[in-house]
């Protein structure tokens, strides 16, 4: 059965500090891994990670893939309250193209 | 302004009464999918349509149906044998299915009262 764990699920930190967000996966014929930030409504797109070791990089935020021991990291540095929301994670099953989501990272940033 | 729209925002029904949810988007995408998102939960996939006229059962589909007649549209029908149908429903859109990133809708939060 097709399995994504991401932990911690809730998290509480201060502005400026830096956060790691883990999410390990069992998925049939595995295609890559998406990453998704969720305030109230609509996850918003973050990441695409499909090849393992390569970092992807989008302003404070970062993600990297092992396919060999089957986990992704997602790093926010210097953390912001607009950084609150919920981060999820979603790798790609293969031949039926669906998206297999966990249960998500709740961040809370203090001010 | 292109994107994904679903309507309405809040929906409140009678135990009993079906309801269709509507997903329309304007970006040309061929692939579209409905998600159900419980409090605490990640999104479980309800029903994916890949191309127009076709559709596929996600993991569950019981107590749900779609039509795709149109590119542009993925109506989704919560029908009176959904056993627990209060819930956030999600749609997104993939220029195709595969390794295409999937964009979501803003959702649709259904109450059952």
Same mark, same amino acid.
């Not at chain 1, 201060?14 to 930030?37: A, I, M, P, Q």
């Not at chain 2, 329309?24 to 191309?51: C, T, V």
């Not at chain 2, 589909?61 to 627990?84: D, I, M």
């Given at each position: 059965?097709?399995?994504? &764990?991401? !932990? ?6 201060? #502005?400026?500090?830096? &956060?790691?967000?883990?999410? !390990?996966? #069992? ?23 499909? *090849? *393992?070791?390569? #970092? ?5 935020? !970062? *993600? ?7 986990? =992704? ?10 950084? =609150? ?10 031949? !039926? ?15 | ?20 949810? $509507? ?56 029908? $009176? ?33």
């Amino acid at each position: 059965e097709d399995k994504v &764990v991401q !932990s911690p699920l809730s998290l509480v930190v201060h #502005e400026g500090d830096t &956060v790691t967000l883990n999410c !390990s996966y #069992e998925v049939t014929n595995f295609r890559s891994l998406l990453w998704y930030k969720q305030e109230k409504k609509a996850p918003t797109f973050l990441f695409m990670l499909t *090849s *393992s070791g390569i #970092e992807k990089k989008s302003g404070r935020l !970062s *993600s990297i893939l092992d396919k060999k021991e089957l986990f =992704s990291i997602l790093n926010i540095t210097a953390t912001q309250t607009g950084d =609150s929301a919920v981060y999820l994670c979603a790798p790609t099953q293969g031949g !039926s193209e669906k998206l297999v989501f966990g249960k998500g990272t709740k961040l809370t940033v203090n001010p | 302004d292109g994107g994904i729209t679903q309507s309405p925002k809040y929906l409140f029904r009678k135990e009993g009464q079906n309801v269709t949810l $509507s997903c329309e988007q304007n970006l040309n995408h061929d692939a579209m999918y409905w998600y159900r998102q419980d409090p605490g939960q990640g999104l479980r996939l309800i029903y994916y349509s890949q191309i127009v006229n076709d559709f596929q059962k996600g993991d569950i589909a019981e107590g749900y149906s779609v039509s795709r007649e149109k590119k542009e549209s993925f109506p989704l029908t919560v029908t $009176s044998a959904q056993k627990n149908p209060t819930a956030f429903y999600l749609c997104a859109s993939s220029i195709s299915g595969g390794l295409d990133t999937q964009y979501f809708g803003p959702g649709t939060r259904l109450t059952v009262l």
